[in-house]
């Protein structure tokens, strides 16, 4: 059976325009071999989940720097529940302080990448999580 | 700058190429521009043979301005002090304002919530997570009115950052000035409404860029008209630049956003001299001094000669390229936030030796939070320190006549104008936002610079370099007030409750019809903002004619 590559959505919910760190993220995970699709700015919960389910992704990757990540993040995640989905990763970049990432992780957030990360980082940790590869 | 006579500059040659020789000049490790072009070890008067004086130098205050754009810069005056501010309700926004005056800022510089800057109102649901977040929440006239209380209009100037929705915070601003007696030809200050660099970068965009344009030329056609103190417009290098663009690519960019704006006016049928003694620019320092100062000395020779040549303008002022320039944004670091404050520093004496006319610093916890009462006033204390403290206002362009400084300016203007013909051959910025390429030269160039701070070859103490750990957290950081956002929604439905609905929807109504046509906006904008109008409703009715921007995907 041909190794299916694992698909990650990379996704700027809310306003916020800055989309650089995002943009790199969505190159570096490509150069790392999975399939990435970017969703462009200014994102609602609702539709950065009905882009997951439609892209059939593993990961989402949302991107926040205007500091409303954390209303934003739950409610991609309780977008996900509603959807039974709540099993893709979910991943969080951005200007985060240390001291929300608890909270976030709680909230079913599977790690936090905040400003200052390497590019190795979210990709181990998705390589990690879901192996070189998915089944398909 | 001294123009030795021919033999002394053989005699120099002969010198140097011994010197080369003899010490091993061709072993000294290689150093480049930010953009790739060599630097040399060492400049001397025969590389700046070739330059005419009066030609490409001249003196401050003439043309082509490379020295400066006054006869005595900083004697005279020194650059203004604009520190960014604005957070949660205009009342929160108001009093951080007058503690800012209070410190010794000179005049105001306003900061709003993306809602605001996006067209939503505060009671939106769509951007409940938003309001008030990275400026302060507009939403109606009375916010304006809160936001000025005790602020005398007249004599006091804001700067503010605000593109799609720029036409209707002008008009509050026009507004808000009338019920303190103020007239509209007394007021100062700028909005950026620099629609172009939102599409590249910063995300701001509502309308296509058609429309857009056209309200960006209203402002600067009403401004001719009845606004003789305010600046219509901001060119926005910046951010292109904090989105991952080199700094030549980042200006050359915002220099062509400009000539399409110029090209509008005259469009409209407004004679250059009328309007391009307003035009403004922004800009920013990173880590790189003196390719700032040459880079900013390229660029006032440049822009003399697009609008002298180009454009046609006779008048002096028509030619001067006036910028405003901030150090923050990508090159701070949320690792270590202290050594921010040493990056403000050499960042405000990068823009001093450049000539800047508005400076912001980026106060060191703003990587991540709103500044608090005292990074702020840190921040404003840098530039207060470097502009009354130190010497480097004592005379005009000192760098200039630096064989390496002046070589460096050459540098810089091919590098400059290269660009700024790039985007020419694609049919102006215009085109080249729709075709996505100024979008891609910022998706590579954020990519690569990624790469290169990583692999060691940018630095950043603290973070990529002698890092020790400290991190924003163990900072007092300012905390948003979750009140904040119940107070402006129920400000917002209590004026939707008291005002004369009939008046209005009329208001409303006379707006839309006039977006279909071609009017100047402006004066229906200001119309509806005095009826109470809020930000959002504003822009849905004129989303009805323009649409909205569908954004090409470049990763």
Redo the contacts between chains.
């Keep these: 059976m041909p190794e299916k590559k694992i698909r990650v959505l990379v996704a700027k919910p809310g306003l916020d325009g800055h989309d650089r760190g995002a943009k790199v993220i969505a190159r570096a995970l490509r150069d790392a071999g999975m399939e990435v699709i970017y969703t462009g700015l200014r994102q609602t919960p609702e539709q950065i989940v009905a882009a997951a389910l439609q892209e059939d992704v593993d990961v989402i990757g949302l991107s926040v720097l205007s500091g409303a990540h954390m209303g934003l993040t739950e409610k991609v995640i309780a977008k996900l529940k509603e959807n039974n989905a709540a099993e893709k990763l979910v991943l969080l970049g951005g200007t985060i302080l240390t001291r929300d990432i608890p909270k976030l992780k709680a909230m079913g957030v599977a790690e936090v990448f905040p400003t200052g990360s390497r590019l190795e980082e979210p990709i181990k940790f998705i390589k990690e999580k879901l192996g070189g590869t998915v089944a398909a | 700058m001294t123009r030795p006579v021919a033999s002394e500059l053989d005699a120099v040659a002969e010198a140097k190429a011994r010197w080369t020789t003899e010490r091993r000049v061709d072993d000294i490790p290689r150093a480049t521009t930010e953009s790739g072009a060599e630097i040399k070890a060492v400049y001397t008067p025969d590389e700046v043979a070739d330059i005419d004086y009066l030609e490409q130098i001249g003196f401050p205050g003439e043309y082509p301005f490379t020295r400066g754009i006054f006869p005595g810069m900083y004697r005279k005056k020194v650059w203004t002090m604009r520190q960014y501010a604005g957070y949660g309700t205009a009342e929160e926004t108001n009093e951080r304002w007058k503690f800012l005056l209070n410190s010794g800022q000179p005049a105001l510089s306003c900061a709003f919530d993306?809602?605001t800057?996006?067209g939503?109102d505060s009671d939106d649901p769509?951007?409940?997570?938003?309001v008030g977040?990275?400026g302060v929440a507009i939403d109606t006239l009375r916010d304006f009115e809160i936001l000025y209380q005790d602020l005398p209009m007249n004599w006091l100037g804001t700067s503010f950052t605000i593109n799609s929705t720029a036409p209707i915070i002008l008009a509050m601003y026009i507004a808000t000035a009338g019920k303190q007696g103020v007239r509209p030809d007394e007021l100062m200050g700028t909005v950026q409404n620099d629609i172009l660099k939102?599409y590249v970068?910063?995300?701001?965009w509502l309308y296509p860029p058609g429309p857009s344009v056209r309200l960006t030329t209203d402002i600067i056609e009403y401004c001719t008209r009845s606004m003789p103190r305010f600046y219509p417009i901001s060119i926005a290098s910046c951010h292109i630049r904090?989105?991952?663009a080199n700094m030549s690519d980042a200006i050359g960019f915002s220099l062509s956003n400009a000539i399409t704006y110029v090209q509008s006016a005259l469009d409209r049928g407004l004679d250059v001299d009328e309007f391009a003694p307003r035009l403004t620019f922004i800009d920013g320092a990173g880590p790189y001094i003196f390719e700032e100062v040459a880079k900013f000395r390229a660029v006032r020779r440049i822009w003399a000669r697009i609008m002298k040549e180009r454009f046609g303008a006779r008048k002096r002022e028509s030619m001067c390229f006036r910028f405003a320039a901030g150090v923050g944004g990508?090159y701070f670091?949320?690792?270590d936030p202290d050594l921010n404050l040493v990056r403000g520093a050499y960042g405000a004496l990068a823009l001093a030796l450049a000539g800047v006319q508005s400076m912001l610093v980026a106060a060191k916890d703003e990587?991540?939070?709103i500044p608090t009462e005292e990074t702020a006033r840190l921040a404003l204390a840098t530039q207060q320190v470097l502009a009354e403290e130190t010497d480097v206002t004592k005379t005009v362009d000192p760098l200039g006549g630096s064989y390496y400084v002046e070589a460096l300016t050459n540098v810089k203007e091919h590098e400059v104008l290269a660009v700024i013909d790039k985007i020419e051959s694609l049919g102006g910025s215009v085109r080249a936002i729709e075709a996505g390429y100024m979008q891609k030269v910022?998706?590579d160039g954020?990519?690569t610079r990624?790469?290169m701070e990583?692999s060691g070859e940018l630095t950043f103490i603290g973070?990529n370099k002698y890092a020790v750990k400290k991190?924003?957290?163990e900072m007092q950081?300012h905390e948003?007030n979750p009140e904040s956002v119940t107070r402006q929604v129920a400000r917002l439905k209590e004026v939707k409750n008291t005002r004369n609905h009939s008046v209005v929807s009329a208001s409303l109504k006379k707006l839309h019809d006039a977006a279909r046509g071609s009017d100047n906006l402006m004066p229906f904008i200001i119309d509806a903002v005095k009826a109470y109008a809020t930000v959002g409703e504003i822009s849905s009715t004129l989303r009805e004619i323009f649409g909205e921007f569908k954004?090409p995907?470049?990763?």
């Excluded at chain 2, 769509?126 to 938003?130: F, L």
């Design positions: 993306l809602p800057q996006m939503y769509v951007i409940v997570d938003e977040r990275a939102e970068a910063r995300g701001t904090d989105a991952g990508s670091r949320a690792e990587a991540f939070a910022v998706a954020a990519f990624q790469k990583e973070a991190t924003c957290d950081l948003s954004e995907i470049v990763v």
